[in-house]
């Protein structure tokens, strides 16, 4: 474990919430595609990190299943990589649970995440019954006051804010440190995650008396943004997403109801591309783009004409993201035993730590 690591180590994590699409994909996963080639990589499914916030568990065996088909389908190769499922490998349970020994809940009651992500979910249960969201409010509220609290944190106090859900990122420290990551390629929005992790692993140390886990740094590329077909965040939940693995003939349905400039009416009116989606797609997948722009401008092209090109540039890399799900198609078994053979090579890396672990904290 001490000697040089010629190579550093990378680990990140997605949780199964369902098919992703190419927002995902130029988000985050083209970036792991490339991490493959460079680094010692372990991705994983979180299913139990899907659980911290899940109302139930319907759909979640299926999701992660689907998960492994999205990053095949995307380019993760389980040669080049290990791919896996968090619950496979009980070790991220051990030694979640050891560092939640360390962890002071003040850490995780500050996590931002935490209060956000359950303020929304709390609002989102009782999306169209307030009266229910009311009823639930006074009986939350009326606790929330009599602890001194703001009417804010009436979420806090709700059955929601579970015990697992706050120890989300003790979770995620283990997941990390079990593989000695050195970098953890994360958006900018699991920073506050990655910094809690930095410091249990700091607190972990402390105690074990030596530097046996790795601090973690983030490994922060900058992703393009891509919108959705009608110009919001491109996001399952709004309807406007282009699958990863789309048919081809329906990709071309949806590009066609991509949202263009409302003020080019016919095709030789001068156009703004900023604003318009299918100018924001042209960044992503034209080389020349800027030409593309300046014609939009100057009123040379229409707005059919562009995406009819869109589609053109587009359709090779959809045309191998299906081909690359062919074979999951054919063969309903291949994403578990991709799974099986990927928790193999992750518990042996993994029961090789937890020892190290047990035997510094004196366990065993
Ligand atoms: N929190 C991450 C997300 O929601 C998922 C995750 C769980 C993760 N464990 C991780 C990411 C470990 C990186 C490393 O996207």
Redesign the pocket.
Known sequence: MEEKKAVKTV?????PTGRLHLGNYWGALRNWVELQDKYRCFF?I?DW?ALTTAEDTVGLRDNTRLLVVDWLTAGLDPERCVIFR?SDVKEHAELALLMGMMTPISWLLRNPTFKEQLLELYKARYKGQEDKMRKAEGVTRALAEAHGHEAEETALHSDMATYGFLG?PV??AA??ALYG?DL????K??LP??EL?REIVRRFNRAAGKPLLVEPEPLLTSSPLVPGLDGRKMSKSYGNAIELGEDLKSAEAKIKKMFTDPKKIKADDPGHPEGCVVCAFHRLYNPDWKTREEECRSGKTGCGACKKQLFELMSPGLADFKARREPFEKDPGLADRILAAGAEKARAAAAELMSAVNSALRIR
């Open positions: 680990v990140s994590g997605m949780r994983f979180a990190h968090q989300y979770l995620q997941d990390i990551a953890v390629p994360v958006g929005d699991q995650h990655l992790s």
